[in-house]
């Protein structure tokens, strides 16, 4: 080996070391590992924004995530949503890593342009950006921190809570949408859980419905898991279920084929009388609303073999009848 190509080889090994130091140092665990961003935009009352982060430190390790280190939080807040991000990032034992952060969640009276908003700020930074979880918290700025401040494993039960209701929440990619259907989390006695109620949000506003139409929509939209309604006459349960909607004459015909759950009675006639009646008014409710839930112009357009009819939530709600039936298994 000549003595130039024994250089290079050394000029070679030191630029190795010396990147794998720069890894090292980049890509070490030792971070704030952001699990979740909360915020609250401005109100009458309190004109600034405020961001939660909750995190983790130091035993996160950026790659797992079943990251076991107590969960923390901390707060900012500023006039704008960058400052208080910003602010917020300040509490951190260390640097922050969003590469865990699957959670983005609001107050409960936030609407579509609130997140459209929130989204143009999180493009700068590394979240798991589109995918995010989108929830809603009844908590403003200043519950959120008096929680936290008499409750040391608040931030732990929200987390928690966070990932129970998730399945159910929407993806901030969906927000492109006209509107999303979210779930929302409460602070009763002191301890953070899932709502029965969920929120529609739209453009410029947010409708609360009631569990039963909570349930009926996420069945309608083909969400997973049981769905359980509690009739007068008692619990009927959706194992399964399939939804098809067809365009008939100046209306729409909704059948929803059902698998209850097993060891349960097959629902009576009166029963799937009464989901009919709560599918009927769902529909009608979410369109009310602003939310085309059954996407019903690209229905009719399926079936006439036409451009998507102009269908418009301005308008009344087109005729809606459903039909209700189970399997015998």
Same mark, same amino acid.
Request: proline share 4%; aromatic share 6%.
């Given at each position: 080996?000549?003595?130039?190509?024994r250089?290079?080889?050394?000029?070679?090994?030191? %630029?190795?070391?010396?990147?794998?130091?720069?890894?090292?140092?980049?890509?070490?665990?030792?971070?704030?590992?952001?699990?979740?961003?909360?915020?609250? @935009?401005?109100?009458?009352?309190?004109?600034?924004?405020?961001?939660?982060?909750?995190?983790?430190?130091?035993?996160?390790?950026?790659?797992? *995530?079943?990251?076991?280190a107590?969960?923390?939080?901390?707060?900012?807040?500023?006039?704008?949503?960058?400052?208080?991000?910003?602010?917020?990032?300040?509490?951190? @034992?260390?640097?922050?890593s969003?590469?865990?952060?699957?959670?983005?969640?609001?107050?409960?009276?936030?609407?579509?342009?609130?997140?459209?908003?929130a989204?143009?700020?999180?493009?700068?930074?590394?979240?798991?950006?589109?995918?995010?979880?989108?929830?809603?918290?009844?908590?403003?700025?200043?519950?959120?921190?008096?929680?936290?401040?008499e409750?040391?494993?608040? @931030?732990?039960?929200?987390?928690?809570?966070?990932?129970?209701?998730?399945?159910?929440?929407?993806?901030?990619?969906? *927000?492109?949408?006209?509107?999303?259907?979210?779930?929302?989390?409460?602070?009763?006695?002191?301890?953070?859980?899932?709502?029965?109620?969920?929120?529609?949000?739209?453009?410029?506003?947010?409708? #609360?419905?009631?569990?039963?139409?909570?349930?009926?929509?996420?069945?309608?939209?083909?969400?997973?898991?049981?769905?359980?309604?509690?009739?007068?006459?008692?619990?009927?349960?959706?194992?399964?279920?399939? %939804?098809?909607?067809?365009?008939?004459?100046?209306?729409?015909?909704?059948?929803?084929?059902?698998? #209850?759950?097993?060891?349960?009675?097959?629902?009576?006639?009166?029963?799937?009388?009464?989901?009919?009646?709560?599918?009927?008014?769902? %529909?009608?409710?979410?369109?009310?609303?602003?939310?085309d839930?059954?996407?019903?112009?690209?229905?009719?357009?399926?079936?006439?073999?036409?451009?998507?009819?102009m269908?418009?939530?301005?308008?009344?709600?087109?005729?809606?009848q459903?039909? %209700?039936?189970?399997?015998?298994?």
């Open positions: 080996m000549t003595g130039r190509q250089a290079l080889r050394w000029l070679a090994a030191g %630029v190795l070391v010396l990147w794998c130091g720069v890894f090292l140092r980049a890509e070490n665990t030792e971070k704030s590992m952001v699990r979740a961003l909360l915020l609250t @935009p401005p109100t009458v009352v309190a004109q600034s924004w405020t961001v939660g982060l909750l995190y983790q430190f130091p035993e996160a390790a950026a790659d797992a *995530s079943d990251a076991a107590k969960v923390q939080l901390c707060t900012g807040r500023g006039n704008t949503l960058q400052t208080a991000l910003t602010e917020a990032e300040r509490g951190l @034992p260390r640097k922050a969003y590469r865990l952060c699957e959670y983005l969640l609001l107050n409960a009276e936030t609407t579509l342009k609130t997140i459209r908003q989204e143009t700020v999180l493009k700068e930074e590394p979240v798991q950006g589109l995918s995010a979880r989108v929830l809603c918290m009844d908590l403003s700025g200043e519950e959120l921190a008096a929680a936290d401040g409750n040391e494993l608040f @931030p732990e039960q929200l987390l928690q809570a966070v990932k129970e209701a998730a399945p159910q929440a929407p993806h901030l990619y969906e *927000s492109r949408r006209n509107a999303l259907l979210a779930p929302v989390l409460i602070l009763t006695d002191g301890a953070i859980e899932n709502a029965e109620e969920m929120l529609l949000l739209t453009e410029t506003e947010n409708t #609360r419905l009631t569990p039963a139409e909570s349930q009926m929509a996420q069945l309608l939209l083909g969400q997973s898991g049981e769905h359980i309604f509690s009739l007068g006459s008692g619990q009927v349960t959706f194992r399964r279920c399939v %939804v098809s909607v067809e365009a008939v004459e100046d209306g729409f015909a909704v059948t929803l084929t059902g698998q #209850r759950r097993a060891g349960t009675a097959l629902p009576t006639a009166a029963q799937c009388a009464a989901l009919e009646q709560l599918c009927v008014q769902t %529909v009608q409710r979410c369109w009310e609303n602003g939310y839930l059954l996407s019903l112009g690209a229905v009719r357009a399926l079936k006439q073999g036409t451009e998507r009819e269908l418009t939530t301005k308008n009344a709600c087109p005729q809606v459903a039909d %209700v039936s189970f399997l015998q298994f």
